[in-house]
Nanobody, 124 residues
Framework: VQLQAFGGGLVQAGGSLRLSCAASGRTSSPYAMGWFRQTPEKERDFVAVIWWSGGGTYYADSVKGRFTISRDNAKNTVYLQLNSLKPEDTAVYYC??????????????????WGQGTQVTVSS
């Protein structure tokens, strides 16, 4: 499975970005896909997850109400809409996929496949 993440960039505080991540190389749909982010000073942190069947979502408290995760079933693509961005949102954002039923999807260790990361920089 290959995950290709796109959409990062430089934006001013209060601005918006939309990240996308397409999964390829497998005919079945993922069980769930998530977004994580990492800065040089911190470990990789959970941002959001979406379950493919039913479309349920779960967010980190730090992004709840500002970020929205969504999916396109036909394209096996997950999106992350980032609104009201803050300088502390600056990080490399990674998408991840899991193809079997698992619990605890706020933990990166639960995911089987990872994308290459896309840089989001928010200036103050």
């Amino acid at each position: 499975v290959q995950l290709q993440a796109f959409g990062g960039g430089l934006v001013q505080a209060g601005g918006s970005l939309r990240l996308s991540c397409a999964a390829s190389g497998r005919t079945s749909s993922p069980y769930a896909m998530g977004w994580f982010r990492q800065t040089p000073e911190k470990e990789r942190d959970f941002v959001a997850v979406i379950w493919w069947s039913g479309g349920g979502t779960y967010y980190a408290d730090s992004v709840k109400g500002r970020f929205t995760i969504s999916r396109d079933n036909a394209k096996n693509t997950v999106y992350l809409q980032l609104n009201s961005l803050k300088p502390e949102d600056t990080a490399v954002y990674y998408c991840a996929a899991v193809y079997s039923r698992k619990l605890g999807l706020s933990r990166g260790s639960q995911y089987d496949h990872w994308g290459q990361g896309t840089q989001v920089t928010v200036s103050s």
